[in-house]
């Protein structure tokens, strides 16, 4: 009798993030609990970065940046980038994190990062598309934020994005003043290259500025490369119209897109 198929590394990052829809995260923790190492790979993940948060709890890391940016000068009036936290993410999110975000295991968005080798498998899963994800510098530690959140002037953001199978894409941003910004590729003139599976945080922070009204995430994807022309372009065009909040970027059909939209407290 043949034994079933061994649940991929990539998947049990998946599984222990709950990334997954509800009815695919039950049916695969029933397969991974079927198979013979199955719990205990899962449970070695666990405790893996468990000794990472003891080395680096995230109450730490979050001053440590705080201390650093504050050091560092401001790359323009409005828009303040500082290193990424290490660890954006609470809870059980907090521990697959803090796995995926090792230097090792960081995707190559943009220049001055190291690709990632990744998993061999990079077959899409069924139902699972690219998501963007959002947190937040807090008191507490990082808060993971959702579509629509209230948010203000001064608040440190960290993103990170799961590119589902793809491996080119572009994040950029629009305010309510009409700005745009790009945050990966931070420059050049094509698409930046993607890790396909896993959840992976951009190389730095960033601080909201005073535009009013909203800041609204993109987060462009495709299999194969693509020109960042016509993306900013569309993002322009986007920005200065009625529409920005909420219309999505006028792209080519082979171009997959998500926004994640911050509503600004006055």
Known sequence: MNSPPRTPDWMLERIALGELPPDELAAARARLAAEPDGP??????EADTRATLERLPPARVVREVAARASRKEAPSP???LAPAWGLLVPALATVALFVLARPDTLGDIGSGLTASGGSADTTRIKGLAPQLLVHRQAAAGPERLTDGAPVAAGDVVQLAYVAAGRG???????DGRGAVTLHAPEAGGDSAVLSPSGTHMLPRAYELDDAPDFERFFFISSEEPFSLEPVLAAAKALAEGPD???APLSLPEDLTQVSFTLEKRR
């Open 168 to 174: 080119h894409g572009v994040i950029l941003s629009v």
């Open 40 to 45: 205990a790979r899962l449970a070695a993940l």
């Open 244 to 246: 920005a909040r909420t």
């Open 78 to 80: 409005s828009r303040r």
